[in-house]
């Protein structure tokens, strides 16, 4: 058989043979990064022909020989191609291609997703504003796909609280000093765990002071604290004063930090250490001050009585008073209440002035008093004040006490209710509305308290 024969039947077999075809198909994958990606090709038939993995124009592998120097890219189970530790790059088209006059190939496309990440801008994470103005916190967040960027604050127990903001920037508006603190921002694109930052945001402001108490009731040789509670950015110094002159540190008169609380105490009170005092906080920003009363007068009587009375003509009052010395007179003022859902009328006081029983020596500070009010109008609203007086003076009045007094079929006149006190009781006349003695209760206390809005002023 010469060539020319030898050719012919080389052809003729070439056409009759079975041709290569792919038994695996082209497929979309995601993987994560750092994962181990395997792709298929699985071709019958290839005869001799020569089996190529490609990426663009850069050959991989040809037959069973590695052309890429990288380490990561092996074959195995034949033609599948693996590839470890996938990285970002690695994304993008791979071809598996038979070298025959077709070039029939197979195309796999390979999709990276990476985990998000976010850092703060600045990098440093500090944000410094002032009171009243506005501030921007920006983070970056990146990843495959996409992160989406939301923002909490940390509350006192390092907890994010609820979500106060969606994208990479917060505008916050007209700062307070209580927005100062540690913002977080968080990038979730749902591939592993969310990632955080976080920006700590200092909000500069003059001093805001809160007294615990702005009144202090206390007695000589006894002991008194008064506190201010100051919120500054930059810390402040405190200073204190009585009435307009600089307190100085005595072995009676201490003055201590801790925190934002600052606290005066005055120890073995004497006369003169009665008064008014303030407290004076300055930084950089601002001035602040606050005051208080140091006071030998009694304090506010407080009620103990339910709302509810259990009888239907009379009610037992109860109220304590704190005052180191003595009480000397007790006032109790006592008026009905005519009201509906949409009308209220107060009836007229009844005056009393009361002699307070002597108080046990176990109790130096609390005098617990108790009185009966009888023949009152069953089912009737009444409001009762009280005021007591010691050597230093009277009180402020008490705040008004509301009770109601049980209801049955009897109908007794308010007008011949009485007091029955378990001390010694001086009844004062009543006129219509308001008394002449509470009249002139009232107009001392307005007189009172200009006179030491005055004093105030002038410390």
């Known amino acids: 058989m ?47 022909f020569v089996l190529l993995w490609r990426r663009g124009a850069n050959v991989l592998t040809a037959s069973n020989i590695m052309v890429t120097r990288d380490e990561r890219v ?26 025959d006059k077709i070039n029939r190939d197979q195309v796999h496309t390979v999709e990276i997703l990476v985990p998000p990440s976010v850092r703060a801008i600045p990098t440093s994470g500090q944000l410094q504003a002032r009171k009243g103005g506005p501030i921007t916190l920006e983070c970056k967040g990146s990843g495959n796909p996409v992160p989406s960027i939301y923002w909490t604050k940390k509350s006192g127990a390092g907890k994010s609280t609820a979500r106060i903001g969606d994208g990479p920037i917060l505008t916050l508006e007209k700062l307070e000093r209580q927005q100062a603190g540690v913002y977080q921002c968080t990038a979730d694109n749902g591939v592993g765990d969310p990632v955080t930052v976080d920006m700590r945001l200092d909000v500069l402001y003059p001093p805001d002071i809160q007294v615990e108490k702005s009144w202090i009731h206390s007695g000589e040789g006894y002991e008194a604290k008064l506190v201010c509670i100051v919120y500054a950015d930059p810390v402040a110094t405190v200073s204190w004063y ?40 300055d930084n950089s920003l601002g001035r602040s001050r606050k005051y208080m009363e140091l006071s030998g007068r009694p304090g506010p009587a407080e009620f103990y009585s339910p709302k509810w009375g259990r009888s239907s003509d009379s009610y037992n009052l109860t109220w304590k008073i704190d005052s180191y010395p003595p009480l000397e007179e007790v006032r109790l003022l006592y008026r009905r209440v005519l009201m509906n859902d949409t009308f209220q009328q107060p009836g007229r006081w009844h005056d009393f002035i009361l002699t307070p029983e002597h108080r046990p020596a176990s109790e130096p500070l609390t005098h617990i008093m108790s009185y009966t009010i009888k023949n009152l109008h069953p089912g009737a609203y009444y409001e009762a004040i009280v005021q007591a007086k010691n050597r ?68």
Not at 15 to 44: I, K, M
Not at 74 to 90: K, W
Not at 395 to 409: C, K, L, P, R
Not at 412 to 438: F, H, L, M, N, W
């Open 242 to 281: 009585q009435n307009s002159f600089p307190i100085q540190t005595t072995d009676r008169r201490i003055m201590n930090t801790r925190g934002n609380r600052h606290t005066l105490t005055i120890r073995h009170i004497q006369q003169e250490d009665f008064g008014n005092y303030s407290c004076v906080a």
């Open 2 to 48: 010469n060539n020319g024969q030898q050719s012919a039947v080389a052809a003729s077999s070439s056409l009759t043979a079975p041709q290569p075809r792919f038994l695996s198909r082209g497929h979309t994958y995601r993987a994560v990064v750092g994962d181990t990606l395997v792709l298929p090709c699985q071709v019958e038939n290839l005869g001799n």
């Open 74 to 99: 092996r074959l195995i189970d034949g033609y599948n191609l693996e590839i470890s530790d996938l990285e970002p790059q690695d994304a993008g088209d791979y071809v598996c291609q038979i070298s």
């Open 392 to 459: 230093y003076g009277w009180n402020e009045v008490s705040d008004i006490f509301q009770f109601i007094v049980a209801s049955n079929s009897l109908d007794i006149a308010p007008e011949d209710a009485e007091v029955v006190a378990s001390s010694k009781s001086r009844s004062k006349s009543a006129g219509t509305g308001i008394t002449s003695q509470c009249l002139i209760l009232h107009m001392a206390l307005l007189l009172g308290l200009a006179l030491s809005n005055c004093r105030l002023g002038l410390g």
